[in-house]
């Protein structure tokens, strides 16, 4: 009985190792190189100027993305720019949020003004608040 329990909880932890997962930080941070796993990065400005294949988590005071992400992106910022190309679902919260780009899953928005420019789409279902 207590393998059966270990064992799942060995599995998940173990999953998530370094390797997995790419971290950048700083004042300002470009990413302009491909990154073939999942990324986090954090900084006062945070510029991503090549792919993304995994998942984006990114947060910063001014956040510009201008290339795909394969997989989910959660974002949240003062200043956030969104000019690639989404393949699956956002999340994003920002004092000012343009989007140029095109999301494909489903997404949800918050922000002080949120800004869809002619170039921006949305494919999938925005999420449903319920009281």
């Known amino acids: ?4 329990i270990l064992l799942p909880f060995l599995v998940s932890v173990l999953s998530f190792h370094p390797v997995m997962a790419q971290m950048h930080s700083g004042d300002k941070v470009i990413i302009d190189e491909a990154v073939n796993k999942d990324l986090y990065v954090a900084g006062g400005a945070v510029i991503i ?3 993304v294949n995994g998942d984006l988590v990114v947060t ?3 956040i510009m993305l201008n290339d795909t992400v394969t997989e989910d992106l959660l974002i949240a910022g003062g200043n ?3 000019g690639g190309v989404i393949l699956d679902d956002v999340r994003c919260a920002g004092g000012s949020i343009q989007l ?3 999301v494909q ?3 949800v928005v918050i922000g002080g ?3 869809i420019g002619k170039r921006g789409h949305c494919f999938g279902r925005p999420s449903q608040q319920r009281r």
């Not at 009985?1 to 059966?4: A, E, P, R, V």
């Open 80 to 82: 956030i720019s969104i």
């Open 105 to 107: 899953g489903d997404y």
């Open 60 to 62: 910063g005071g001014t």
């Open 113 to 115: 003004k949120i800004t």
């Open 1 to 4: 009985m207590k393998i059966s």
């Open 49 to 51: 100027k090549a792919p």
């Open 100 to 102: 140029n780009g095109s």
